[in-house]
């Protein structure tokens, strides 16, 4: 059964680098990784997205090995307003040909003051 | 504002009740999609249109959820004999998709908070 896998959560202080890591099996040959930040009670907020090697924006870098069973989200300097769930967002086989873009569980970040 | 917008936004029905939710995207987008999302859990798709045409509808979850875009622009998910499992909140997010790629970037709406008593 495709499926991806992220930390349920994570803790940080102020400040600091976050790198979260979402593991994804049978992800589709020529999609994209795409990343997402929602807070409570709000859809989901486009972050970042890439195919393979590094991607960097203003806000995050997203760092994909060759292999593309994973991805990470990198976020530098961690503030309050940081503080949300983070989920991937990967196309994965669905059997007979098909692929279904599939959403992670999420990764509750919590930053710390 | 020019993003996603669903109405209504938050929605609560009796059992047995037929309930339709809005979705009005972005107006040069031409993907429109539909999600639900549980408490917890992350968005879950349902089903999704290029255009007019519904080019995924197999993960619709039975047959009391339906769901059109009649001209390309709005979309309406409909669903019937509402069940007490059927809370949840349903995102619509719209794209535009250059191809036939499954990863354009979505842009979501805040989304219809479905309460079934």
């Not at chain 1, 997203?62 to 991805?71: N, T, V, W, Y």
């Not at chain 2, 004999?81 to 709406?109: I, V």
């Amino acid at each position: 059964l495709a499926k991806t896998t992220q930390p349920i959560s994570m803790d940080s202080y102020e400040g600091q680098e976050v790198n979260i890591t979402c593991s994804h099996n049978n992800i589709a040959t020529n999609d994209y990784i795409t990343w997402y930040q929602q807070f409570p009670s709000q859809g989901p907020r486009f972050i970042i997205q890439g195919y393979k090697t590094k991607v960097t924006n203003e806000v995050a870098s997203l760092f994909i090995p060759a292999d593309r069973k994973s991805s990470t989200l990198s976020l530098p300097r961690v503030s309050l307003s940081d503080t949300a769930v983070y989920y991937c967002l990967v196309p994965l086989y669905s059997g007979a040909g098909s692929y279904q873009l599939t959403f992670g569980k999420g990764t509750k970040l919590s930053v710390i003051p | 504002d020019t993003g996603v917008s669903q109405n209504p936004r938050h929605k609560i029905t009796k059992r047995g009740q037929n309930v339709t939710f809005r979705c009005d995207p972005i107006s040069e987008h031409n993907r429109l999609y539909w999600y639900r999302q549980t408490l917890g859990q992350g968005p879950e798709f349902l089903t999704y249109f290029q255009n007019e045409a519904q080019l995924e509808k197999s993960r619709l979850l039975s047959d009391r959820f339906s769901a059109e875009r009649p001209k390309g622009s709005f979309s309406t998910l409909e669903i019937q004999r509402t069940e007490q499992g059927d809370s949840a909140m349903y995102l619509c997010a719209s794209s535009l998709a250059l191809g036939y790629s499954n990863t354009d970037t979505q842009y979501f709406g805040p989304g219809t908070r479905l309460t079934v008593l």
